[in-house]
């Protein structure tokens, strides 16, 4: 009998579901319907004690407790097992509950007559396409054409590994890993757990759920046109964006491996912003430059401002202007900076052309024309959604290049990048000082309704650019302070789209962040810069 692309995913959702059949004790009955915000569903079914590890402690303050013995690693990563098994039924944000494996971990750790390792007993949760630590893995990618293929060894998860984490999860992403929402064919559909109505962001959408449930504290996201930022934004946590070659990206399974085009880069994803740059500095302590040298050879090296910041603020990219929540953020925190001490500038994106560097973003994902994606999607029979159509059939710039027009187009990429240097180096032709990073939104506003997520221009523009960001939160939409300015003519399709979407009470109490952008491999500075900003808003 001919196998339809439904009868090889039934098997692979059963996998999962026999994963999360392994929790015990058991999870309480699940509610009939659940609420549209989810935050108070893990009260309902977690233990007082499970409640108190997972949201008393800031990353650094759960290692100090597992470092010092106060609480065994076994206890932590069955509260995080159990918490995460509450996210999965109430966001879809899974694709495997490692209960067994994560176990045997947490017990190893804990015989151990010292802790060992910047990690040691964290759970860390992890996105399903990067694969995993330990023998007979398989990793889909979301390709109904890639179920059951072997997967070999992550550099990243090793270092963490060796590091001393339990991994304990497996995390969703969309169909083609393209997405700035999180669904595909295999899983379904992962929600907001803020607004089930909204998107979780994409491609790393089921870490920012689980995330944003508390169901892991600190996971590992990819990179490649926002799937990181985007995610983290609409979830309200925290993210980082490394510059390119920084961290090790070998292992995770990739359609066009090899493409040089436009890199995509793993990185932290987290509910602290002091958990971002352990991360980074645990992973470049390890040295990975000496099995893979394609990256960087740069140890991490915190970076200390002698004077006040000066900040762009990028009120808005130049083709889609952003909702009230959004712009509301934006005067917020550049208020609180200024209050501060420091210097805030206009950072003008009308005159350096975001829409001419989108047509070039799309088109240099896309060298082969999406053959290859299109045509494992085909062989396998799996349906195309639709903002994997979106993004490859309805861009006009995507097309099959051939060599010459792939290098022409290359170098419209370089160009452009030495444009917009240019334009960074002159905030400093009058006083000496450039800017030292960009404040901006991580999107045109709070989590879109789901299937709308087809504005990308305020992540993969640095993604273009190969330059380094942190997302932050920073508040929620509240329909009282954010109403719709029905005043407002759009100024093209793409920012029509984006004001028609919105209207306060969609919105309501769905998170708001921003973004803070710094030069190229200036990773260190954009952390430190962070810092003080979050200082400046009255935070630790």
Same mark, same amino acid.
């Given at each position: 009998?001919?196998?339809?692309?439904?009868?090889?995913?039934?098997?692979?959702?059963?996998?999962?579901?026999?994963?999360?059949?392994?929790?015990?004790?058991?999870?309480?009955?699940?509610?009939?319907? @659940?609420? +549209?915000?989810?935050?108070?569903?893990?009260?309902?079914?977690?233990?007082?004690?499970?409640?108190?590890? /997972?949201?008393?402690?800031?990353?650094?303050?759960?290692?100090?407790?597992?470092?010092?013995?106060?609480?065994?690693?076994?206890?932590?990563?069955?509260? $995080?097992?159990?918490?995460?098994?509450?996210?999965?039924?109430?966001?879809?944000?899974? /694709?495997?509950?490692?209960?067994?494996?994560? +176990?045997?971990?947490?017990?190893?750790?804990?015989?151990?007559?010292?802790?060992?390792?910047? $990690?040691?007993?964290?759970?860390?949760?992890?996105?399903?396409?990067?694969?995993?630590?330990?023998? !007979?893995?398989?990793?889909?990618?979301?390709?109904?054409?890639?179920?059951?293929?072997?997967?070999?060894?992550?550099?990243?998860?090793?270092?963490?590994?060796?590091?001393?984490?339990?991994?304990?999860?497996?995390?969703?992403?969309?169909?083609?890993?393209?997405?700035?929402?999180?669904?595909? !064919?295999?899983?379904?559909?992962?929600?907001?757990?803020?607004?089930?109505?909204?998107?979780?962001?994409?491609?790393?959408?089921?870490?920012?759920?689980?995330?944003?449930?508390?169901?892991?504290?600190?996971?590992?996201?990819?990179?490649?046109?926002?799937?990181?930022?985007?995610?983290?934004?609409?979830?309200?946590?925290?993210? @980082?964006?490394?510059?390119?070659?920084?961290?090790? !990206?070998?292992?995770?399974?990739?359609?066009?491996?090899?493409?040089?085009?436009?890199?995509?880069?793993?990185?932290?994803?987290?509910?602290?912003?002091?958990? *971002?740059? *352990?991360?980074?500095?645990?992973?470049?302590?390890?040295?990975?430059?000496? +099995?893979?040298?394609?990256?960087?050879?740069?140890?991490?090296?915190?970076?200390?401002?002698?004077?006040?910041?000066?900040?762009?603020?990028?009120?808005?990219?130049?083709?889609?202007?952003?909702?009230?929540?959004?712009?509301?953020?934006?005067?917020?925190?550049?208020?609180?900076?200024?209050?501060?001490?420091?210097?805030?500038?206009?950072?003008?994106?009308?005159?350096?052309?975001?829409?001419?560097?989108?047509? *070039?973003?799309?088109?240099?994902?896309?060298?082969?024309?999406?053959?290859?994606?299109?045509?494992? +999607?085909?062989?396998?029979?799996?349906?195309?959604?639709?903002?994997?159509?979106?993004?490859?059939?309805?861009?006009?710039?995507?097309?099959?290049?051939?060599?010459?027009?792939?290098?022409?187009?290359?170098?419209?990429?370089?160009?452009?990048?030495?444009?917009?240097?240019?334009?960074?180096?002159?905030?400093?032709?009058?006083?000496?000082?450039?800017?030292?990073?960009?404040?901006?939104?991580?999107?045109?506003?709070?989590?879109?309704?789901?299937?709308?997520?087809?504005?990308?221009?305020?992540?993969?523009?640095?993604?273009?650019?190969?330059?380094?960001?942190?997302?932050?939160?920073? /508040?929620?939409?509240?329909?009282?302070?954010?109403?719709?300015?029905?005043?407002?003519?759009?100024?093209?399709?793409?920012?029509?789209?984006?004001?028609?979407?919105?209207?306060?009470?969609?919105?309501?109490?769905?998170?708001?962040?921003?973004?803070?952008?710094?030069?190229?491999?200036?990773?260190?500075?954009?952390?430190?810069? *962070?810092?003080?900003?979050?200082?400046?808003?009255?935070?630790?």
């Amino acid at each position: 009998m001919v196998q339809t692309w439904e009868d090889k995913v039934a098997p692979v959702r059963s996998k999962r579901d026999a994963s999360l059949a392994k929790v015990e004790p058991p999870l309480a009955a699940l509610p009939a319907s @659940f609420p +549209l915000n989810s935050q108070s569903v893990p009260k309902e079914l977690l233990t007082a004690r499970e409640i108190e590890i /997972t949201e008393g402690y800031t990353v650094k303050q759960l290692l100090a407790k597992l470092r010092s013995r106060d609480i065994s690693v076994e206890e932590v990563t069955r509260a $995080f097992l159990r918490r995460a098994a509450v996210a999965q039924a109430s966001v879809n944000c899974l /694709t495997e509950l490692m209960w067994d494996q994560a +176990l045997e971990r947490a017990k190893y750790l804990d015989s151990l007559p010292e802790p060992k390792g910047a $990690f040691f007993g964290l759970p860390i949760s992890t996105k399903e396409h990067h694969g995993m630590k330990g023998d !007979n893995i398989v990793t889909n990618a979301s390709y109904v054409a890639w179920i059951e293929q072997k997967h070999g060894s992550n550099h990243l998860y090793d270092i963490l590994w060796d590091a001393g984490c339990v991994f304990y999860v497996r995390t969703t992403q969309p169909q083609t890993i393209m997405h700035l929402e999180t669904n595909n !064919n295999i899983y379904g559909r992962t929600l907001n757990p803020y607004n089930r109505n909204l998107t979780c962001g994409g491609s790393s959408g089921g870490e920012s759920a689980l995330i944003g449930m508390r169901g892991s504290i600190l996971g590992v996201g990819g990179d490649i046109g926002g799937s990181i930022r985007c995610p983290s934004a609409h979830c309200g946590i925290y993210g @980082f964006k490394p510059s390119c070659k920084r961290l090790p !990206n070998a292992g995770a399974s990739l359609h066009m491996a090899g493409k040089e085009t436009i890199l995509s880069t793993l990185g932290p994803m987290t509910v602290d912003r002091e958990a *971002l740059e *352990l991360f980074v500095e645990t992973a470049l302590a390890a040295k990975p430059w000496l +099995l893979d040298p394609s990256l960087n050879l740069r140890e991490w090296a915190p970076h200390k401002f002698d004077r006040p910041l000066k900040i762009g603020v990028q009120w808005w990219d130049g083709v889609v202007k952003p909702h009230p929540p959004m712009i509301r953020a934006m005067r917020e925190v550049a208020a609180a900076c200024k209050a501060a001490g420091m210097e805030i500038v206009d950072w003008d994106c009308e005159k350096l052309k975001h829409d001419y560097a989108w047509d *070039l973003t799309a088109s240099l994902y896309w060298p082969d024309g999406g053959a290859e994606v299109m045509g494992l +999607l085909k062989d396998a029979g799996e349906p195309i959604l639709p903002l994997t159509k979106f993004i490859i059939e309805e861009q006009p710039a995507v097309k099959h290049m051939t060599v010459t027009e792939l290098f022409a187009r290359t170098n419209e990429r370089d160009l452009y990048r030495r444009f917009y240097a240019q334009a960074w180096t002159e905030t400093g032709a009058q006083d000496g000082h450039e800017i030292d990073v960009i404040l901006c939104p991580p999107s045109f506003g709070a989590a879109t309704p789901h299937d709308q997520s087809r504005y990308w221009g305020y992540t993969a523009h640095w993604n273009l650019l190969d330059y380094p960001g942190a997302v932050f939160p920073v /508040t929620v939409v509240d329909p009282s302070k954010d109403p719709k300015d029905e005043s407002y003519t759009p100024k093209n399709e793409k920012d029509k789209f984006c004001y028609d979407m919105y209207t306060p009470e969609k919105y309501k109490d769905a998170p708001v962040s921003l973004q803070v952008i710094g030069r190229r491999n200036n990773d260190e500075k954009v952390l430190a810069a *962070l810092k003080e900003i979050e200082k400046a808003m009255g935070r630790p």
